[in-house]
Each structure stands twice: as structure tokens, then as C-alpha cells.
Nanobody, 124 residues
Framework: QVQVVESGGGLVQAGGSLRLSCLAS????????MAWFRQAPGKEREFVAS????????YVAESMKGRFTISRENDKNTIYLEMNSLKPEDTAVYYC?????????????????WGQGTQVTVSS
């Protein structure tokens, strides 16, 4: 198994920035792709961004490109989500997930290991 733990959420004003972190542990030698998803109240969980283990391949959802950036530090088994120009509609619980495959994917069903989530609230 792979365990993931998110941190870095909080309350921020519209236009502000936050950086989320996700620490992976356990069977990380399988080099799983990692991703961020988010879920707002009353809505389905949606894909935000994904990155492969080496960091050489990544993808950010089209609606968030230009504002969100995904990155990683392999020596720390940690991935990050840098969020800029935040909007109230970005308010959600953000989840980190580890995949069962090494390639970047937006398919939620490919992610087997999930964190507990971290709340991001953007005030207007």
C-alpha cells in the first residue's frame, strides 16, 4: 500500500495563493503517478492535476491551467500543488491520491490510495 497525507489548506482571500503538500510513504518503490483532486459541497470529486514519479510528465486540468502548478521533490517523497489567483469557486476539499500505474492519468478509478483531504476556502 501507499499512504498519502495532505497539508497546507486554509482560508485565503480571492486573488491569493496557497501551496498544498502531499507526503507519500509505503510502497513508493512502485513509482505511482500522483494527483490532486478536489470536491466542493454537493459536487462530484474532480481531477485537478497529475504528475508521474520522476516529475518529467504532468498535466493540469484545462480549467485550472495558468493558475495551478503541480510539482514534486522525490528526495522528500512529496508532491505540491501551487495555487495562484484563487477564486471563491476553488473552495473545496483537496485530496491527494496515488495511482496504480506509473503514467499520468485523469481517470479517478486509477487512483487507489487517497488521503483524508485538506480544506481550502477562498473568501470573496
Amino acid at each position: 500500500q501507499v499512504q498519502v497525507v495532505e497539508s497546507g489548506g486554509g482560508l485565503v482571500q480571492a486573488g491569493g495563493s496557497l501551496r498544498l503538500s502531499c507526503l507519500a510513504s509505503g510502497r513508493t518503490f512502485t513509482k505511482p503517478a500522483m494527483a490532486w483532486f478536489r470536491q466542493a459541497p454537493g459536487k462530484e470529486r474532480e481531477f485537478v492535476a497529475s504528475i508521474n514519479w520522476s516529475g518529467g510528465s504532468s498535466y493540469v486540468a484545462e480549467s485550472m491551467k495558468g493558475r495551478f502548478t503541480i510539482s514534486r521533490e522525490n528526495d522528500k517523497n512529496t508532491i505540491y500543488l501551487e495555487m495562484n489567483s484563487l477564486k471563491p469557486e476553488d473552495t473545496a476539499v483537496y485530496y491527494c491520491a496515488a495511482s496504480t500505474i506509473v503514467m499520468v492519468t485523469t481517470n479517478r478509478d486509477r487512483y487507489r490510495y487517497w488521503g483524508q483531504g485538506t480544506q481550502v476556502t477562498v473568501s470573496s
